[in-house]
Nanobody, 118 residues
Framework: VQLQAFGGGLVQIGGSLRLSCAASRRTETMGWFRQAPGKEREFVAVNWSSGIAYYADSVKGRFTISRDNAKNAVYLQMNSLKTEDTAVYYC????????????????WGQGTLVTVSS
């Protein structure tokens, strides 16, 4: 499965961005992770094709993950952005294990940079 993420950019504090990730074929689970400079990659959100979703506490209430199963795509709507949301965002697919762990995902996209400025 090939994943391509896009939609990152520069946004001011409090602004919004929508990330998209297109998969070459359908997968049951797709998620988003992020990696800030000097930090480990961390879980952001995950979505099953059934619609069930989980979020990291740091983004709950601000970010929304959604799927378009017909397009094999997953989206991350990010609202009320904070400077601490600045990171490279990666989409991932094919979960086997703990959905919060990077090692549980088999396929990864190339990442898209989100910069939140003051």
């Amino acid at each position: 499965v090939q994943l391509q993420a896009f939609g990152g950019g520069l946004v001011q504090i409090g602004g919004s961005l929508r990330l998209s990730c297109a998969a070459s074929r359908r997968t049951e689970t797709m998620g988003w992770f992020r990696q800030a400079p000097g930090k480990e990659r961390e879980f952001v959100a995950v979505n099953w094709s059934s619609g069930i979703a989980y979020y990291a506490d740091s983004v709950k209430g601000r970010f929304t993950i959604s799927r378009d199963n017909a397009k094999n795509a997953v989206y991350l709507q990010m609202n009320s952005l904070k400077t601490e949301d600045t990171a490279v965002y990666y989409c991932a697919a094919r979960l086997s294990g703990n959905f919060k762990c990077t090692a549980s995902y088999r396929y990864w996209g190339q990442g898209t940079l989100v910069t939140v400025s003051s």
